[in-house]
């Protein structure tokens, strides 16, 4: 009598091992699938930036609206860094990545369109 017990627990042990094994493979495609569309977005959106030819003046009035707070008027550090030499020290992408991801805290993320990224990117630039 007793094999035939064990033998139940272990058929519900097995069942239940399944489920686990098939929730978490579940979880983990979810996660790679959000990942892979978001990273996906993230590039078209990259690209389509870096495609654009920005205008360093329209570049200054955004700075001037969203950015003064933590970098100064003359993009000389407050709160956030010196912005003089940042075309220096990161490339496009990455501070594409900065300013929609907010990456470094307490930056904060920023929505914002490509060609406005272009745009800031533009003016960055000029700062050199």
């Known amino acids: 009598m007793s094999t035939s017990s064990s033998t139940a627990a272990e058929r519900e042990f097995k069942k239940e091992f399944l489920k686990i094994?098939?929730?978490?493979?579940?979880?983990?495609?979810?996660?790679?699938?959000?990942f892979f569309v978001n990273?996906?977005?993230n590039n078209e959106y990259i690209i389509e930036t870096?495609?654009?030819?920005?205008?360093?003046?329209?570049g200054d009035a955004l700075f001037k609206i969203n950015c003064v707070g933590c970098h100064g008027i003359t993009a000389r550090g407050l709160v956030g860094p010196d912005l003089h030499s940042i075309t220096q020290r990161l490339n496009d992408k990455e501070i594409i990545k900065q300013v929609t991801g907010g990456l470094t805290p307490p930056m904060p993320s920023f929505e914002i369109d490509p060609v406005n990224m272009s745009n800031l990117l533009k003016y960055l630039h000029s700062l050199e």
């Open 50 to 58: 870096l495609e654009l030819n920005g205008s360093a003046e329209e």
């Open 21 to 34: 094994v098939f929730f978490v493979f579940a979880v983990l495609l979810i996660c790679f699938s959000i």
């Open 39 to 41: 990273h996906q977005e």
